[in-house]
DNA sequence: TCTTATTTGTTCGTATGTATT
DNA sequence: GAATACATACGAACAAATAAG
């Protein structure tokens, strides 16, 4: 087609839509390697750079994974290995569910439910203020533990989830272990007398974070889900955790009851 | 700089940074006319081509909005107008909140709570099945009562919510009519003896329709957040309501008790 | 370890189309 | 109709990262 032949939609959306029905009808299959830009050119009767944007777009959709260099074990471009994963926001705090067949916590069984296995790795430490300015909002100016998750479903890493907690209650007890124990740290909370009765969560779409890039393998453009998460025992805000979420990947549900009068 | 010279970060994403910093420190400010792409070349000494990459990146996160053509009235490149909307999920369904000085519902409540004016446009309409897929799967393949709620914060369209009611319970009722009457429809829900009892609201990130582009002024790699909503009197499903959202433009909050036994 | 091949990233220059004032 | 401004496309060149031998 010529430069100057302009039909109704640009011909590097009309390439990132037929990418897209490949990917979804098997053409590209999930965890898949794509073919070479100049291949696909070929393949779709147009230029690198036409390609390019596309392979562009649908990077910021999540839907691919570019690593460049020569095609081969580790770079290429990849599809997308996992479908869109479920997350209940109400009922993962209820004790059954958490300790479902044995989950250390509400992850665990998320992804077990939906028929993947989960792998959570997990660093603990302290830190001092400066705090994350939202966290340091909700807890103070105080010394926190950090327990940071990375969570991986199949293999896939799928979420990063920092908690803090304060100092004066975490340390040196069961909260900063490891193994946080069946129920995970909920549980363990409720243990030292800090049982949750209240939850807040505020959800925002934003950029991603280098460090966010690099270990949610996501481009530049693609846009991360951020729940805020607090847990209150009584009046006193007693865990923040800041869940990172690749934004195409996730759905997110609630769930409440209305109490009268309406 | 010549072609071959590539610094750390590419020329296109600096430029979209300086952009962006500019909008946040009042360069540019909200609502704002943005200079042409030549002019913003010659600034950060560069090409347009690369201003034009660096736009459509802005683009993608909302901060823009190009309307194409000589700049004036209509066209040029603009900033958004407005900040970001914060959405109460949850204390938004009750009674005084909802009837908060005069409010016709949660929405007019919410943005003259932080002090700009709520405009909600309202269509009403029957409709048979098909219905678009997500509804039809909750409400099942009946008529139903559609009404197309078009919403705007100081007169800038911020969120589509077609609401889906089964015809057997909406017609000829005051849920047929364009007043809502105090409280909104859940209070009218109430009247006619279906109390919502219980919400459920399931959230993700997708890419926007048409429509959806043309009425909340968004660009195509513009995510959109779908809240669908449901609410339930006892267990059946009185109403389906598909939020649309420009992602980047909303916060939601969530917020419930957790009961024992943890 | 070093060299070569492959693949994507970025930029430039140019040309033309399309939309609005 | 003329002027302005963004949209798209092509081609070329070189950079940078990874793979393969």
């Given at each position: 087609?010529?430069?100057?032949?302009?039909?109704?939609?640009?011909?590097?959306?009309?390439?990132?839509?037929?990418?897209?029905?490949?990917?979804?009808?098997?053409?590209?299959?999930?965890?898949?390697?794509?073919?070479?830009?100049?291949?696909?050119?070929?393949?779709?009767?147009?230029?690198?750079?036409?390609?390019?944007?596309?392979?562009?777009?649908?990077?910021?959709?999540?839907?691919?994974?570019?690593?460049?260099?020569?095609?081969?074990?580790?770079?290429?471009?990849?599809?997308?290995?996992?479908?869109?994963?479920?997350?209940?926001?109400?009922?993962?705090?209820?004790?059954?569910?958490?300790?479902?067949?044995?989950?250390?916590?509400?992850?665990?069984?998320?992804?077990?439910?939906?028929?993947?296995?989960?792998?959570?790795?997990?660093?603990?430490?302290?830190?001092t203020p400066?705090l994350?300015?939202?966290?340091e909002?909700?807890l103070g100016p105080w010394p926190v533990?950090?327990?940071?998750?990375?969570?991986?479903?199949?293999?896939?890493?799928?979420?990063?989830?920092?908690?803090?907690?304060p100092l004066d209650?975490?340390?040196?007890?069961?909260?900063?272990?490891?193994?946080?124990?069946?129920?995970?740290?909920?549980?363990?909370?409720?243990?030292?007398?800090?049982?949750?009765?209240?939850?807040?969560?505020?959800?925002?779409?934003?950029?991603?974070?280098?460090?966010?890039?690099?270990?949610?393998?996501?481009?530049?453009?693609?846009?991360?889900?951020?729940?805020?998460?607090?847990?209150?025992?009584?009046?006193?805000?007693?865990?923040?955790?800041?869940?990172?979420?690749?934004?195409?990947?996730?759905?997110?549900?609630?769930?409440?009851?209305?109490?009268?009068?309406?």
């Open positions: 087609m010529p430069p100057h032949v302009t039909t109704a939609r640009a011909q590097y959306r009309q390439v990132a839509d037929l990418i897209r029905a490949g990917i979804e009808n098997g053409e590209y299959p999930p965890g898949s390697l794509m073919p070479p830009e100049p291949v696909l050119a070929a393949r779709y009767g147009t230029t690198r750079a036409v390609v390019s944007k596309a392979s562009h777009i649908l990077r910021g959709e999540g839907l691919i994974h570019v690593i460049r260099g020569r095609a081969g074990r580790g770079a290429g471009t990849w599809v997308r290995p996992i479908p869109v994963i479920r997350r209940e926001a109400v009922t993962r705090y209820r004790q059954e569910v958490r300790e479902y067949a044995g989950s250390r916590g509400a992850f665990d069984a998320e992804i077990r439910s939906q028929g993947m296995t989960p792998r959570v790795d997990l660093q603990i430490a302290r830190e400066p994350p300015l939202h966290v909002n909700i533990l950090v327990r940071r998750r990375m969570m991986y479903a199949d293999d896939i890493p799928v979420q990063l989830a920092p908690s803090y907690i209650i975490a340390d040196g007890t069961a909260l900063a272990e490891k193994d946080s124990g069946p129920g995970g740290i909920v549980s363990r909370f409720a243990d030292l007398g800090y049982r949750q009765t209240r939850i807040t969560e505020s959800i925002r779409l934003r950029r991603a974070t280098d460090p966010e890039r690099a270990f949610l393998r996501l481009e530049e453009d693609a846009p991360v889900t951020e729940i805020l998460h607090t847990g209150w025992a009584g009046e006193r805000p007693v865990e923040v955790t800041v869940h990172s979420l690749p934004g195409y990947l996730w759905l997110l549900d609630y769930e409440w009851s209305l109490s009268h009068p309406q």
